[in-house]
């Protein structure tokens, strides 16, 4: 029986090592790029019973969430109450992370008729560690970091995401993750304290931070790797057809394209799209007054421009009562408008709205049927 030490070594980069893993526990180590952002980490190797243990003992530090089945298809971040319940392998939430620091729903203050007196909710952001996030989701807080915390900062989605440790994993794209089409790999590792690869016998465990690594020395579990590792690179199905850089500028020219009336044909604008993105960010305001007609409470809900009511403004005017210039206006979120100041693209290939779509409408094939379109206007102006 081989121990874990056994290990295959590639001797350079970017070449294909096919020698048969099988009579190691070693699998995995099966690559064809060498993976430069884990070289320089240092890692431990942990069976599955160890990353249970781990979760317990992480559990013994503050309140863990991390993916959960739910139903018989579904996954969700719930907060846990038993290690085994963690869904180590899943392909995404339903709900993006979001939900812990941007709530669906959250009170901003009480008033009271009356007296016309009011008082802001003050928030106790408690130590929170999250467990088994994906790097397309890590890469949806940072985005969200941006947008919430530019111009006048929101305080609450901060105060959260300051308690908040995070620990990564790897996963394995299904048909609809597209994260590396634009540049967002398996194996990104900003933003996470630790991150879990799977391999064949267990996992790879990198320490990416100082808080990372006093976490796994007062855990005092698994096994430390000197060897340098290379890992599998996992290709995802769905693909943007250009480089990820040349969005921006197709979506300089296809305001006009026909293309979204041709998806906006098939939409019945539910609005699933936008609220199980994780870097939609839009929300509603609404004061209600309780039975008393005097206590009320102004709450802040999450909202989504593919809904009629988003556009609709006093005097019942709908500024884009139109579904294909709901859908237009989601995309140039993503791709265009907050990209000219942020400088990135503002979809992370999750693949949520395309999963979740009742009507089966693919952002992939929205994207790129807006990149043939460009590219005939090229050819033809070309001519
Ligand atoms: S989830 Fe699909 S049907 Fe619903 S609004 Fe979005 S694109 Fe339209
Ligand atoms: S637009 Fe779709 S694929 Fe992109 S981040 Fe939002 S839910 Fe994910």
Known sequence: MPCYYDLMLYSHCGTKIVKQASNTMWGFLMSKEFNSKLTDLKRYFFNESDVRKFIDFLMTKAEVIAPQTK????????????????????????????????????????????????????????????????SYEMKG?????????????ESNYLKRRAN???????????????????????????????????????????????EGAELIKDFSGGKPIDEQVNIEELPQQAKIKYHYNRLPQVFEHVYNSRVWDHFADKCVGCGTCNLLCPTCYCFDVRDEVGLNADDGKRQRFWDGCMLNSFAEV??????????????????????????????????????????????????????????????????????
Not at 188 to 195: D, K, N, P, Q, R
Request: hydrophobic share 35%; with cysteine; charged share 25%.
């Open 71 to 134: 139903g018989e298809q579904s996954f969700a971040y719930n907060v846990v109450k038993n290690s085994s319940d963690v869904a180590l392998e899943y392909p995404r939430t339903m709900q993006p992370l979001k939900k812990y620091f941007l709530p669906p729903v959250e009170t901003l203050l009480t008033f009271k008729m009356s007296s016309n007196e009011f008082s802001e909710e003050v928030i106790e952001a408690k130590k929170q560690i999250f467990f088994g996030i994906h």
């Open 164 to 210: 908040a440790l995070i620990i990564g994993i790897s996963y394995k794209p299904d048909k609809y993750h597209f994260a590396t089409s634009l540049g967002i790999d398996i194996e990104e590792t900003e933003g996470f304290a630790l991150f879990f690869e799977k391999v064949t016998e267990g996992y790879l465990v990198f320490v990416v931070t100082d």
């Open 141 to 153: 807080i940072h985005l969200l970091d941006y947008c919430l915390g530019k111009g006048k900062p």
């Open 314 to 383: 006093a005097g019942g005017e709908n500024f884009r009562n139109k579904l294909a210039a709901r859908m237009r206006h989601r995309l140039y979120r993503k791709f265009s408008y907050i990209t000219k100041s942020s400088g990135e693209l503002h979809c992370v290939g999750c693949g949520r709205c395309t999963r979740y779509c009742p009507a089966d409408i693919s952002i992939v094939e929205i994207i790129n049927s807006l990149i043939e379109d460009y590219s005939a206007q090229q050819k033809k102006q070309a001519v």
